[in-house]
């Protein structure tokens, strides 16, 4: 059963995030819907571990969002190929920013919901 939540949750964050990549990415040269599902992702993931340390929730229902959709949604290989194809194609510069702008963002969301 663990794993067919994990599994269903997984293929929700998986279309979420296609579909915020593909309503945010194009709108300028900067892969922004990546971005925009790290970060919200790391946000929800602590909002999900604090929920978590407060109400403790359901194994089930942590395995459907957190290891699943959380997982599913929030895409590092992605994050990867498009800092790597930004410095392929010379925009080293832009794609050191958006390394490290996503790090520091998504690192900081998580800081904020679970130590603020």
């Known amino acids: 059963m663990s794993i067919l939540l994990v599994f269903l949750g997984g293929m929700i964050g998986a279309v979420a995030r296609f579909e915020v990549s593909h309503l945010l990415n194009g ?20 909002i999900l571990i604090r929920l978590q340390e407060i109400v403790r929730l359901e194994d089930w229902l942590w395995l459907l969002l957190a290891a699943g959709f959380c997982g599913g949604y929030t895409t590092y290989s992605t994050f990867s190929y498009e800092v790597l194809h930004l410095i392929e194609q010379g925009q080293w510069k832009k794609g050191l920013v958006y390394a490290g702008t996503s790090l520091i963002l998504t690192v900081a969301g998580l800081f904020f919901i679970l130590y603020i």
């Open 27 to 46: 709108k300028s040269d900067y892969p922004l819907g990546t971005a925009a599902a790290n970060i919200s992702g790391g946000l929800l993931l602590g």
